[in-house]
């Protein structure tokens, strides 16, 4: 099984999946997003894996969420994911994809919803 991290190494919540992933023997594939935002057709792979709304993605915190209209319950997936393909800040990380399912990882406990076996190893 393929686990990848859509990661921000400035966020304590995304050190803490990482540390959670990596001591329950996963390496993941980390994808510090951004310095290497995912293409659309990436986000169109992350979206297709969701277990929540595609606008569950989307950070409001510290981005420009508000100066892009992005709180209109008008806008379709496609067009949250070409906000998102534009300015990578927007994606809520950190992200974690299997094979099976994606999800964003805000609160960490969220990871068991996917990976249920990391809970055996953490405290």
Do not use: F
């Amino acid at each position: 099984m393929t686990v990848t991290l859509y990661h921000n190494p400035a966020c304590g919540t995304s050190r803490n999946v990482l540390a959670m992933i990596l001591a329950a023997g996963i390496e993941p594939v980390v994808v510090n997003y951004l310095k290497t935002p995912p293409t659309r057709a990436e986000l169109d792979v992350l979206a297709a894996r969701l277990v929540v709304p595609v606008r569950d993605l989307l950070r409001v915190r510290g981005t420009p969420y508000a100066e892009l209209g992005l709180d209109d319950p008008t806008l379709t997936d496609g067009q949250l994911l070409d906000a998102i393909a534009v300015n990578p800040i927007l994606l809520n990380r950190p992200v974690v994809m299997t094979d099976q399912a994606a999800r964003p990882c805000r609160p960490k406990e969220t990871l068991y919803e996917i990976l249920p076996q990391v809970r055996i190893v953490t405290p």
